[in-house]
């Protein structure tokens, strides 16, 4: 699930809900959008929250029942804390199951990151992954000291 507006519980831990703002991108016309920034103790955007950032804007050109599976990013210059960040989304692909998004995060003009999000409807098919055999929990197992080889000394 991308983060859109208005679908926050209406109490919240303050630390969460500080970082939830900060992913609540201001949408600015069609495919683009403003991200604000947090101080972290450094003249630098920290680059997760970029990452982040361009995530939400990307999710919110997509179908919900699409996520992301993979993504591709290059920070390209350092971010300015005091400025706004700007996303412009690139619809590159909207096909039957994947969905592709380009997103360019620019300041003063000039890209500062790039990257490519691809996302996918779920769909069933073949599981190549046998099922979790039924074992004890963690009581039910022998202590270490009484495993075969171990001596008790």
């Not at 990452?51 to 591709?72: N, P």
């Not at 890209?111 to 490519?116: D, G, T, Y």
């Amino acid at each position: 699930m991308i983060l859109r507006r208005d679908d926050t519980p209406k109490r919240m831990n303050p630390v969460l809900q500080s970082f939830l703002d900060l992913l609540d991108l201001e949408p600015i016309e069609v495919n683009i959008f403003r991200g604000q920034n947090r101080y972290l103790g450094r003249k630098r955007v920290y680059g997760g929250q970029v990452l982040a950032q361009a995530l939400v804007a990307a999710g919110r050109t997509v179908d919900e029942e699409r996520t992301v599976h993979s993504l591709h990013a290059y920070f390209i210059l350092a971010g300015d804390i005091e400025a706004p960040i700007i996303y412009d989304v690139d619809r590159l692909r909207d096909g039957g199951s994947f969905t592709t998004r380009r997103v360019t995060a620019i300041q003063h003009g000039r890209p500062i990151f790039n990257a490519s999000f691809s996302f996918h409807k779920h769909e069933g098919g073949l599981d190549h992954q046998d099922a979790m055999p039924d074992v004890p929990g963690q009581t039910g197992c022998r202590a270490r000291s009484n495993w075969p080889g171990r001596s008790s000394t």
